[in-house]
């Protein structure tokens, strides 16, 4: 199957079953003071919950987001999906092009303070649920406040052999979305804080986990 074939097919899926899910949120308040906020807002997640929560998040704060997709025929496929859903999106990955994104996204996000980058923060290569530094660059170097979330459903596919065990909520599931307190970024940072700042967003986020998720 050609990626342009994909791409729709995999759209269309993924529109008609987001109209069956039924979204709830915990700790709401989170999102709300990040997008009352002057800074930026980074939406940090675990790349096996983007399913669940790319169209829901394009419909929060005006759907003013931007993303990242790697340069590979399934990043081409993904970036059509995304864009189509209203992302801006950027080209590269942790794997490959990965420094020229995250540049890229810190140029765009000062030239566009109010469009918030949405980042899956232990992909595109994994180890799962291990958040790379690159969102703390990112947060940093434009002033934004990163904000972690996380999603679950009362019934959904996992994909065990993906490296990142994407989750499919099944068609009608309760998908539960859950944000976590805030992580501001100053300016300067040793390389210390740095890594302070970065465990700190991987712990908030496995908080934000279901039981199962990562075992």
Request: glycine residues 10%.
């Amino acid at each position: 199957m050609s990626t342009a074939l994909k791409a729709i097919g995999v759209y269309g899926l993924l529109r008609a079953l987001n109209l069956t899910w039924r979204y709830s949120e915990s700790g709401r308040e989170h999102l709300d003071a990040c997008l009352s906020s002057d800074s930026p807002t980074v939406v940090a997640f675990f790349h096996g919950h983007t399913v669940a929560l790319l169209q829901f998040m394009c419909r929060q704060g005006n759907g003013r987001w931007m993303s990242m997709c790697s340069k590979s025929a399934d990043g081409d496929a993904m970036a059509w999906i995304e864009q189509r859903l209203g992302l801006e999106v950027i080209r590269g990955s942790s794997g490959s092009g990965g420094l020229e994104a995250i540049v890229e996204m810190i140029r765009f996000v000062r030239a566009n303070p109010k469009i918030g980058p949405t980042l899956a923060v232990d992909g595109s290569r994994g180890p799962r649920g291990v958040v790379k530094g690159g969102v703390v660059s990112l947060a940093q170097r434009t002033g934004g406040t990163i904000l972690p979330i996380s999603a679950s459903a009362s019934r959904a596919h996992i994909f065990k052999r993906s490296w990142d065990q994407t989750m499919l909520p099944h068609p009608f599931a309760r998908v539960e979305v859950r944000y976590g307190e805030p992580l501001p970024v100053p300016a300067k940072l040793s390389a210390e804080q740095f890594e302070a700042i970065r465990s700190s967003l991987e712990s908030r986020l496995r908080q934000l986990e279901s039981p199962d998720s990562l075992r």
